[in-house]
Each structure stands twice: as structure tokens, then as C-alpha cells.
């Protein structure tokens, strides 16, 4: 039997988005008899039990009813539900709020003190008797988070409440997920209590009460009061920036770490809500340890023809694109355009070198919606696009990614996979030296400038500006335990900043997302070296045999490895103008034969680990190329040839 036969002529039509009553979809409850699956019996049942905020140790059960009554959840891991807990009603809606036509209450029951990575068996209980029962028993049931491999769908643009919608929902709740993302458009049109209630739970429960769902809000949502009933109706992870509550959080799964971010706060109306958003975003990716990242919202950064002209998708490309990149986020799932398009793997939106790490960006808008369209010609930054209704399911297993995206239509009922993709973890790195960042010596001190070379040591990065990241290119650098600031990353070079106050042997530790290597390094008080290029003019023109110095002339030497300064600075802080921090040791500036002591020498403002010796030429020096050094505590640095022009007469 064609599991869509009752199905047929259900629902909408493209976008015809007519006010339905909240329980229009009957046809809906008989198509997933037709899949096997239980109806919920009519009486008060609003929305079914749905599983939120899932966590290793933690879940929460929500749950509406008509009734204000006394409630529970009943669990346990052998099925005896020996164990309960008091549910409370955290809101009643009236007709006139939700537009649904009778009040009703919503329940929710969290359960804390979970056992990581178990299986567990509940039932919703309300005024007594069970609430919404169904005759099979692992009909409620959940596992925790925990060690080894699992499994997530996604979908998006779903809720219209057509024909492709049931189709796509019917092969989904085959499915045996250990959760859900839904990277919104969630309830069209609008995203009303109303629209939640026909177009999202009435579709999905049977899945929502065994998978916890965690979504994020589309531009439709945001049609009724910035998205209230989507938060309303949701219980999302609680570690967002308190202001802005179920609008962005983060949680962790086995090895993946998942960023679930709401772009319609890119929007011009909301800057202040953007500014925290990002801030919270920078520093959930840079602490995040976990070796998978993948990041989830909806309008894509990405866009190939329906949304070109989309602010908010260029903000995404603009402002969230170039902070998961930095920090290594290796798949971004989007929405918006109701198609399917997969990316190579990019750095600033162009495809990396073969074998070089890059972020994949899935545009997964086909969960119901009316499609649109592709290009003819493949772009160059994609690997794959369909126009077709789908969703993903995802698998992984330790440092293996398995993303199958599932095509679901009429000629397709029971699902038929049309791409495929393996992502693999990068392995660990491995150091082959530490050496000082402008003379590329092994000599290192305190506060210096160093390279850190090796093999699988970040992916290709560059700091966006101060302060210094202390992640960048998906890695960390340590000294002894302490973060350093990170300059510059790529596969096999890292450029950083050693502290101020470091010395003796010491470990350096680069961590990427695969694991660590270390080194022991040795910090000496001072090792001065000057950039190939640090000899200046006052107006910044590198001295050179077409540029000489002048006798009486100031130059400016740009070097590192001076050591302490009369002052304390935070790791990636900037070293400021006021006041100047001067180097603590005295230094001299060797030019041939004459040693002059320099007008300046310590941090060179706007910059980290740069030091800057402002010295006057001789006026007494001869026309020639001159070898010139700085010492610090008897110290040479390495030498530069500078050419002496002829004093003026």
C-alpha cells in the first residue's frame, strides 16, 4: 500500500496560507495510522508530550491540555517507572492570545539527575489517568547523551501544511534519531500558536516524544510579536546571554559541540541583541573543546537565486561566517531557499586545497515547503544542489561524519538517498619547532613574537584585530597552562605571542581538534631579533639602497624578543599609546662601530609582542652600508644592513 494514498489532497497547495482551525489535521493523524503509528485520542490532548533541552544528565517533558490538573512524569530504565516527578503549568494561554479558540495550559516536567548515555521509558500522567497513551510501550522512551556513536536528522521550511510536508513527515518518524534540529520556518505563515499546534506538533509528535528537538527560529516565526509563540512553545538549552533567552544556546552531544544561532538578529532592528549574540558566539566556539563543531540557524550565508537580495543572508556571510571559520567549525546547516545545496569545503567563501580544512555549508530548506529553484550551472563553491523535499539524517561516529540527504515525493514515499558526504576529523598535530618569530632562531624571551612549525596544526586563519583571539584556526596555544595570543594560524604554522612574565623551561602545547602536541622550550629574559623589513623611516618607508637613512635622521626599528616591560598587559591585549611601557633592561643600538642609546625602546603601540626602538643616526657616519643590531643585557640581535646616505654639506 502507498503510504501517501490517504494523504492525498490533505492540506496546501504551494504557499496557500488560509487561517486553519488548530485540529484541520486529522487527515494528518490518519496518515501516520496508515505508517503504523497511533493516533492521540481527542479529548484534551492540545499539543502531545514533546521532549526539549536534552541533555546527559537532563531532559525536559512539555506538554498542553484544555485542564489545569495535577500532573507527573513517571520514568525509569527498566520500564517498573518507579520514579516521578511533579510537573507544573508554566503558562495558560487564553483563546485570545493564541487565536486557537479555547484556553488551554501548558505543562512541563524537568528530569534532572539522569544517568549519561542510558535508555529510559516515561509516561505523562494528568488528573490520575495517563495522558495521551498509546499501546506501545517504547512509544515513550529517550536516551541520554553519551560516549559513542549517534544520530540526528535536520530539516527546515516545513510547516505549511501541504502535501510534501506529510510525505517528508512520514518517512521521518521512521527514523530512529537521537534528537532532531530544525533550522526554522517552522509554522507557516506566520509562526501563531495556532500554526505551531496544526503545522509542527500535529505533524511530528510521534517523533518529538521519543527525540528531542532542538530548533531555531526562521524569518516566519518572527512574523507574529519577534517570534513569541516559537518561544513560548520552546524549552531550549539555558546558556545564552540572560536578555536574549531561547534565541541562541549551545550543547554538546558525545564529541560534537552544536551552535544553534537566531540570524534575524542581524536585522537592523536589533543591534544590540546582534552585538551580544556574536560576543556570546565568539566566546561559546573559543571554549568549546570538543573536537566536532557544527553551527545551525537559518537564512543562509549562502544563497543561490530566492534570497540573493537578502540582508540578513549577507549579514550571516558577513558577520557569523568568518567567526566559525576561525574557531574551526567544520558544518553549518542553514535553511531559507527551499532547495538542497551543499558546498565544498570554503574559507572565506572559496573552496580549500584538497585535504585542507575548510567549513561544509548545507542549505537543508526542503522539509515541506514549495520548492525553489536551482541554477542550471553548478557554481564554483558548490558541490551539489537539488530542488527537492528532504531532510538529513546525520551520523558519527568518533572522528568519522556520515550526512545522508534523503529525497522524499510522491515517486519517492519511502525515501531514496541523493547525496552523500563523509567528513573526516584532522589528526592530531605535530610540532617540529619553536623559534623566534623574526629571526627564526630557537633563542626565545619573554613577551616575544614566535613561530610554532609542524603538520596538522590549524586550518588557514588570520586574527580579525584586537585583542589577539586566544583560539583561532580551530586550535589553542598553551604555555605551562596559559593561553597565548594567536596572530596567525595555518596547517603548518602558527604564529604567537609568548606572556610577559614568562621564563625558565617551559611546555607549549598546540591543541587542535583532534588532540595535542607539545614541546619543552627554554625563556631566556631577552633574545632580541629585528624583522627582515623593520628598519623604517619616520614615515614608515622601509630603509633601503633607493631610501637611505640620513645622517641625524631618527629611524624606527621594528623587532622582538626585548623581554619585560614597565607594565602588565592581558594575553591578546594591545599595547596602548598611554602610556608608552618601556623595555625594563637597558638597550643599545650598534651601527658599525658606534653604539647609541635609542631615543625609545619598549612595545610598540596597537600591537602585541612588537617592540619598537625609536634611534638617531650618527651625523658624524660616512656615506656606506652599515650593519646594524640592537643588544639588550649583552645580547645581539640579529644584523641589518642599513645604507647611510651623504651628510648634507
Same mark, same amino acid.
Given at each position: 500500500?502507498?503510504?501517501?494514498?490517504?494523504?492525498?489532497?490533505?492540506?496546501?497547495?504551494?504557499?496557500?496560507?488560509? @487561517?486553519?482551525?488548530? +485540529?484541520?489535521? %486529522?487527515?494528518?493523524?490518519?496518515?501516520?495510522?496508515?505508517?503504523?503509528?497511533?493516533?492521540?485520542?481527542?479529548?484534551?490532548?492540545?499539543?502531545?508530550?514533546?521532549?526539549?533541552?536534552?541533555?546527559?544528565?537532563?531532559?525536559?517533558?512539555?506538554?498542553?491540555?484544555?485542564?489545569?490538573?495535577?500532573?507527573?512524569?513517571?520514568?525509569?530504565?527498566?520500564?517498573? #517507572?518507579?520514579?516521578?516527578?511533579?510537573?507544573?503549568?508554566?503558562?495558560? *494561554?487564553?483563546?485570545?492570545?493564541?487565536?486557537?479558540?479555547?484556553?488551554?495550559?501548558?505543562?512541563?516536567?524537568?528530569?534532572?539527575?539522569?544517568?549519561?548515555?542510558?535508555?529510559?521509558?516515561?509516561?505523562?500522567?494528568?488528573?490520575?489517568?495517563?495522558?495521551?497513551?498509546?499501546?506501545?510501550?517504547?512509544?515513550?522512551?529517550?536516551?541520554?547523551?553519551?560516549?559513542?556513536? #549517534?544520530?540526528?536528522?535536520?530539516?527546515?521550511?516545513?510547516?505549511?501544511?501541504?502535501?510534501?510536508?506529510?510525505?517528508?513527515?512520514?518517512?521521518?518518524?521512521?527514523?530512529?534519531?537521537?534528537?532532531?534540529?530544525?533550522?526554522?520556518?517552522?509554522?507557516?505563515?506566520?509562526?501563531? #500558536?495556532?500554526?505551531? &499546534?496544526?503545522?509542527? *506538533?500535529?505533524?511530528?509528535?510521534?517523533? /518529538?516524544?521519543?527525540?528531542? +528537538?532542538?530548533?531555531?527560529?526562521?524569518?516566519? !516565526?518572527?512574523?507574529?510579536?519577534?517570534?513569541?509563540?516559537?518561544?513560548?512553545?520552546?524549552?531550549?538549552?539555558?546558556?545564552?546571554?540572560?536578555?536574549? =533567552?531561547?534565541?541562541?544556546?549551545?550543547?554538546?552531544?558525545?564529541?560534537?559541540?552544536?551552535?544553534?544561532?537566531?540570524?534575524?538578529?542581524?536585522?537592523?532592528?536589533?543591534?544590540?541583541?546582534?552585538?551580544? /549574540?556574536?560576543?556570546?558566539?565568539?566566546?561559546?566556539?573559543?571554549?568549546?573543546?570538543?573536537?566536532?563543531?557544527?553551527?545551525?540557524?537559518?537564512?543562509?550565508?549562502?544563497?543561490?537565486?530566492?534570497?540573493?537580495?537578502?540582508? $540578513?543572508?549577507?549579514?550571516? @556571510?558577513?558577520?557569523?561566517?568568518?567567526?566559525? !571559520?576561525?574557531?574551526?567549525?567544520?558544518?553549518?546547516?542553514?535553511?531559507?531557499?527551499?532547495?538542497?545545496?551543499?558546498?565544498?569545503?570554503?574559507?572565506?567563501?572559496?573552496?580549500?586545497?584538497?585535504?585542507?580544512?575548510?567549513?561544509?555549508?548545507?542549505?537543508?530548506?526542503?522539509?515541506?515547503?514549495?520548492?525553489?529553484?536551482?541554477?542550471?550551472? %553548478?557554481?564554483?563553491?558548490?558541490?551539489?544542489?537539488?530542488?527537492?523535499?528532504?531532510?538529513?539524517?546525520?551520523?558519527?561516529?568518533?572522528?568519522?561524519?556520515?550526512?545522508?540527504?534523503?529525497?522524499?515525493?510522491?515517486?519517492?514515499?519511502?525515501?531514496?538517498? *541523493?547525496?552523500?558526504?563523509?567528513?573526516?576529523?584532522?589528526?592530531?598535530?605535530?610540532?617540529?619547532?619553536?623559534?623566534?618569530?623574526?629571526?627564526?632562531?630557537?633563542?626565545?624571551?619573554?613577551?616575544?613574537?614566535? &613561530?610554532?612549525?609542524?603538520? &596538522?596544526?590549524?586550518?588557514?586563519?588570520?586574527?580579525?584585530?584586537?585583542?589577539?583571539?586566544?583560539?583561532?584556526?580551530?586550535?589553542?596555544?598553551?604555555?605551562?597552562?596559559?593561553?597565548?595570543?594567536?596572530?596567525?594560524? &595555518? =596547517?603548518?604554522?602558527?604564529?604567537?605571542?609568548?606572556?610577559?612574565?614568562?621564563?625558565?623551561?617551559?611546555?607549549?602545547?598546540?591543541?587542535?581538534?583532534?588532540?595535542?602536541?607539545?614541546?619543552?622550550?627554554?625563556?631566556?629574559?631577552?633574545?632580541?631579533?629585528? +624583522?627582515?623589513?623593520? $628598519?623604517?623611516?619616520?614615515?614608515?618607508?622601509?630603509?633601503?639602497?633607493?631610501?637611505?637613512?640620513?645622517?641625524?635622521?631618527?629611524?624606527?626599528?621594528?623587532?622582538?624578543?626585548?623581554?619585560?616591560?614597565?607594565?602588565?598587559?592581558?594575553?591578546?591585549?594591545?599595547? =596602548?599609546?598611554?602610556?608608552?611601557?618601556?623595555?625594563?633592561?637597558?638597550?643599545?643600538?650598534? $651601527?658599525?662601530?658606534?653604539?647609541?642609546?635609542?631615543?625609545?625602546?619598549?612595545?610598540? =603601540?596597537?600591537?602585541?609582542?612588537?617592540?619598537?626602538?625609536?634611534?638617531?643616526?650618527?651625523?658624524?657616519?660616512?656615506?656606506?652600508?652599515?650593519?646594524?643590531?640592537? /643588544?639588550?643585557?649583552g645580547n645581539l640581535s640579529n644584523s641589518l644592513n642599513i645604507p647611510v646616505q651623504p651628510r648634507n654639506p
Amino acid at each position: 500500500m502507498n503510504l501517501l494514498q490517504p494523504c492525498r489532497g490533505l492540506g496546501s497547495r504551494g504557499h496557500s496560507f488560509a @487561517r486553519r482551525p488548530i +485540529f484541520r489535521p %486529522l487527515g494528518v493523524v490518519l496518515c501516520l495510522l496508515a505508517a503504523g503509528l497511533q493516533s492521540l485520542p481527542a479529548a484534551t490532548v492540545v499539543n502531545a508530550p514533546y521532549l526539549q533541552n536534552l541533555g546527559a544528565d537532563h531532559v525536559t517533558v512539555v506538554w498542553a491540555a484544555k485542564e489545569n490538573q495535577a500532573a507527573s512524569v513517571q520514568y525509569s530504565t527498566d520500564g517498573s #517507572f518507579s520514579k516521578s516527578v511533579a510537573a507544573r503549568v508554566v503558562r495558560t *494561554f487564553s483563546s485570545s492570545e493564541t487565536d486557537i479558540g479555547f484556553t488551554f495550559s501548558q505543562y512541563r516536567a524537568d528530569l534532572t539527575g539522569l544517568a549519561p548515555g542510558t535508555a529510559y521509558s516515561y509516561r505523562v500522567i494528568v488528573g490520575g489517568q495517563p495522558f495521551a497513551p498509546v499501546s506501545d510501550t517504547t512509544a515513550y522512551r529517550f536516551s541520554t547523551p553519551g560516549p559513542g556513536p #549517534f544520530s540526528f536528522l535536520v530539516y527546515g521550511d516545513s510547516g505549511d501544511g501541504s502535501n510534501r510536508q506529510i510525505a517528508v513527515a512520514l518517512q521521518m518518524v521512521k527514523e530512529q534519531p537521537n534528537f532532531v534540529l530544525h533550522v526554522g520556518d517552522i509554522a507557516y505563515q506566520s509562526g501563531t #500558536f495556532a500554526e505551531f &499546534s496544526s503545522n509542527y *506538533f500535529a505533524y511530528y509528535f510521534t517523533l /518529538m516524544r521519543r527525540a528531542g +528537538f532542538f530548533p531555531v527560529a526562521g524569518n516566519h !516565526e518572527y512574523y507574529t510579536q519577534d517570534s513569541a509563540p516559537y518561544l513560548a512553545l520552546s524549552v531550549l538549552p539555558d546558556n545564552g546571554v540572560p536578555e536574549d =533567552p531561547g534565541r541562541y544556546y549551545s550543547f554538546d552531544w558525545g564529541n560534537v559541540h552544536f551552535v544553534g544561532l537566531d540570524a534575524n538578529l542581524l536585522d537592523a532592528p536589533f543591534p544590540l541583541a546582534q552585538a551580544r /549574540m556574536l560576543a556570546w558566539m565568539e566566546n561559546d566556539l573559543a571554549t568549546s573543546q570538543a573536537p566536532w563543531k557544527i553551527a545551525f540557524w537559518h537564512q543562509t550565508p549562502y544563497p543561490l537565486e530566492h534570497h540573493l537580495d537578502d540582508p $540578513i543572508d549577507t549579514a550571516a @556571510r558577513n558577520l557569523l561566517v568568518p567567526i566559525l !571559520e576561525r574557531h574551526g567549525v567544520q558544518l553549518v546547516l542553514t535553511g531559507h531557499e527551499h532547495n538542497y545545496t551543499r558546498s565544498k569545503a570554503l574559507r572565506a567563501g572559496v573552496p580549500v586545497a584538497q585535504g585542507a580544512a575548510g567549513t561544509v555549508y548545507i542549505t537543508t530548506g526542503g522539509g515541506g515547503g514549495e520548492l525553489h529553484p536551482v541554477l542550471d550551472t %553548478l557554481p564554483a563553491f558548490l558541490e551539489y544542489q537539488a530542488s527537492v523535499n528532504h531532510y538529513l539524517r546525520i551520523e558519527v561516529a568518533g572522528p568519522v561524519l556520515t550526512i545522508h540527504s534523503i529525497q522524499v515525493d510522491s515517486v519517492n514515499p519511502n525515501g531514496k538517498e *541523493f547525496d552523500h558526504l563523509v567528513i573526516t576529523l584532522p589528526r592530531p598535530p605535530v610540532l617540529s619547532g619553536v623559534v623566534n618569530g623574526a629571526s627564526f632562531l630557537p633563542s626565545l624571551a619573554t613577551g616575544e613574537l614566535v &613561530s610554532i612549525f609542524g603538520q &596538522s596544526l590549524a586550518t588557514d586563519s588570520q586574527a580579525p584585530g584586537f585583542p589577539l583571539p586566544l583560539s583561532l584556526g580551530g586550535s589553542t596555544v598553551t604555555l605551562n597552562g596559559t593561553p597565548m595570543a594567536i596572530t596567525f594560524s &595555518s =596547517p603548518a604554522q602558527i604564529n604567537a605571542a609568548l606572556p610577559l612574565d614568562a621564563v625558565g623551561t617551559s611546555t607549549l602545547r598546540v591543541t587542535n581538534s583532534a588532540g595535542f602536541a607539545e614541546a619543552q622550550v627554554s625563556i631566556n629574559d631577552s633574545a632580541p631579533a629585528i +624583522f627582515a623589513t623593520g $628598519i623604517t623611516h619616520a614615515g614608515g618607508a622601509a630603509v633601503s639602497a633607493a631610501a637611505p637613512a640620513a645622517p641625524g635622521e631618527t629611524l624606527t626599528i621594528y623587532m622582538t624578543g626585548l623581554g619585560q616591560v614597565d607594565g602588565k598587559l592581558a594575553a591578546g591585549q594591545a599595547a =596602548p599609546s598611554t602610556p608608552l611601557l618601556h623595555v625594563l633592561a637597558p638597550v643599545l643600538v650598534q $651601527i658599525g662601530t658606534a653604539q647609541v642609546s635609542p631615543d625609545f625602546a619598549g612595545l610598540a =603601540p596597537g600591537f602585541v609582542g612588537l617592540y619598537q626602538v625609536n634611534v638617531a643616526v650618527p651625523q658624524d657616519l660616512a656615506a656606506k652600508t652599515y650593519p646594524l643590531q640592537v /643588544m639588550v643585557k649583552g645580547n645581539l640581535s640579529n644584523s641589518l644592513n642599513i645604507p647611510v646616505q651623504p651628510r648634507n654639506p
